[in-house]
DNA sequence: CTAATTTATGAAATGCATTTCAAGTCAAGG
DNA sequence: CCTTGACTTGAAATGCATTTCATAAATTAG
């Protein structure tokens, strides 16, 4: 490899001015300027970017913690933040998680190693203080709400939307109302949780089945659901794929819907509007672009993003 | 922050033994390895990942070219190419294209510029002299099949799998078919009007159109092809979402599938099955698996990806 | 016609960790 | 007792480009 004490020799100059060329730099003379661009041409030189990140200490890199990669729902994040990056000439590594606290904080080390200017924590795994404890090295932001002054925060009011999903179920005269959601143990399940018995009183634990992710997921959380005894007649599901999967269920069982079953999905997907049922739009694309606006300024801003209820057939 | 001679210093031994340490090297006396290690400790001492990618000259990242960021076809190649990417220790860095030529070129650059080890191209827009050029710097892999062999591929045979989608049109009685693609200059179209030629016979123009992608299109194509004085009676769409846009728009116009109109949509996605969707399922996601591992592994095979064909409700 | 700028350029320091080379110690084998 | 091989360690070279500092020439301003 040619590098750039090479073309210093061949252009007959210095590094310097190699590097001022290199640069656009105002005070180089015209025909010095010219040899050098000549030599890069002949030897077809191109920088070493990892030389350049060390000695700059910055990479326009930002790495995103995503816990699945094959998620609908991380995917409209991500696609919002690569909108944002691509405007800002920032390169965006994904660094799946699987919900690992090793694989995060080994994330959490590379921003430390200088590989990434800052890091976008779509979901975590590790409490804050983890987190925070690497702040200093980077910016990060997530997309989850937290008042720790550390992280900025690109984040919706996800215990407002589903008072207002299970409200509107309530509206329509469903007492008997069952959900599903992702992992039993996150923060958005909590908020479900405290938001149903908001609305409906104390939770029974078999109206909630918690590990959905896909369409398979929502069909078979929806037989579990119809074989209750006192078996719901609204179900809310946590994903709009995850509520095709119910659908399918109970049209399989002949069951009309929305008058034998209501159901709400979540994030708008194209499956939604294919299947005509209501959902719970986040705007996580939206999320995504702030989410990665926030750690270029290198903000540590909270910014709620609205979300929005899309009523279609199912409701 | 602090570096490998401020940890030498403090340990009262030489970098060389400190690196010798971080590296698990066998030869360092247990007590040195110890006061090293204890400095690291105290320090929080991270090596700076630059410096190391510089000296060693890879980075154990793989750039992966995409054209769009939002198109559930690249989502499955992309998420292949996490799975392979996370089980070998690599990184992905996502690079949009937008099938610009420019940021494709500015994409190699960074290849050349050692910032990446190796580059998947999902999709193209420069011609393969271009590509070539730069296969000197890394290992580069298509998603496409090409002859050249300084490209490793991995790749499906869409021409066969459009010839038997057709031929199925055809033994369902089917001899009027309109299909939709994404661009009109890609290689796909290509094929995809070559194999609609062998089995129907020269196209008429008005029976295909291009520009598709998300389930919108398909129902503005339907609404086009449906008002066609000889309208098809089948379509295959390029896409499982644009299917779900055709199916939308049929049963808007209360025509009976697959008896009035017969669709065949591609890539076996959620909304395929969430509304019985026939489909051509070229295992995107195996081809990116495949595409990683060829990178990895400094390969230039040709792999071929068998395709598969799910039937449904909607022939 | 000086003093102050502006223009132009190179040497050397810097950012950071790895690796080679050389040299030294110590124990085991003959 | 000498040789050989296994340990152990540090100095210095290496990978590459940027930036500061110093210097000098050419302009411009006063």
Redesign the interface.
């Known amino acids: 490899m040619t590098n750039i004490h090479d073309i210093a020799r061949l252009a007959g100059v210095s590094v310097s001015t190699v590097s001022r060329v290199l640069n656009n730099y105002k005070y180089v003379a015209r025909d010095k300027r010219e040899s050098v661009l000549k030599v890069i041409e002949e030897m077809k030189y191109?920088?070493?970017?990892?030389?350049i990140?060390?000695i700059r200490g910055e990479?326009r890199?930002i790495g995103v913690i995503l816990p699945y990669?094959?998620n609908?729902a991380f995917?409209?994040i991500?696609?919002g933040i690569?909108?944002k990056a691509?405007e800002n000439d920032f390169?965006?590594?994904?660094?799946?998680s699987n919900y690992s606290k090793e694989k995060e904080v080994e994330y959490l080390?590379?921003l430390?190693?200088?590989?990434y200017d800052g890091i976008i924590i779509t979901s975590r795994a590790n409490d804050w203080e983890t987190i925070i404890s690497y702040s200093d090295y980077g910016s990060i932001v997530s997309c989850e709400y937290t008042q720790h002054k550390e992280i900025g925060c690109s984040y919706m009011d996800r215990y407002s939307s589903y008072l207002d999903a299970f409200q509107l179920f309530k509206n329509k005269g469903h007492y008997t109302v069952a959900f599903t959601t992702a992992r039993l143990e996150s923060n958005s399940t909590r908020q479900m949780i405290d938001a149903y018995n908001e609305i409906f009183g104390e939770l029974q634990p078999e109206y909630h089945i918690s590990g959905c992710h896909?369409?398979e997921d929502g069909y078979e959380a929806a037989g579990q659901f119809l074989h209750l005894l006192e078996r719901p007649t609204a179900i809310y599901a946590n994903g709009d794929?995850v509520a095709?999967?119910m659908?399918?269920y109970a049209k399989s069982q002949q069951l009309k819907i929305p008058t034998d079953l209501a159901i709400i999905g979540q994030e708008n997907q194209?499956?939604g509007?294919?299947?005509g049922i209501s959902t719970v739009d986040h705007q996580l694309?939206k999320i995504g672009e702030q989410a990665c606006s926030l750690v270029i300024k290198k903000s540590r801003e909270k910014v709620k993003i609205p979300y929005r209820i899309v009523e279609r057939d199912s409701v």
Chains 1, 2 share one sequence.
């Open positions: 191109t920088p070493n970017k990892n030389a990140d060390l990479t890199t990669n094959n609908p995917d409209q991500l696609n690569l909108n691509i390169s965006i590594t994904v660094l799946p080390q590379k430390k190693s200088k590989l896909c369409l794929e095709g999967g659908y399918l194209p499956i509007i294919g299947m694309t």
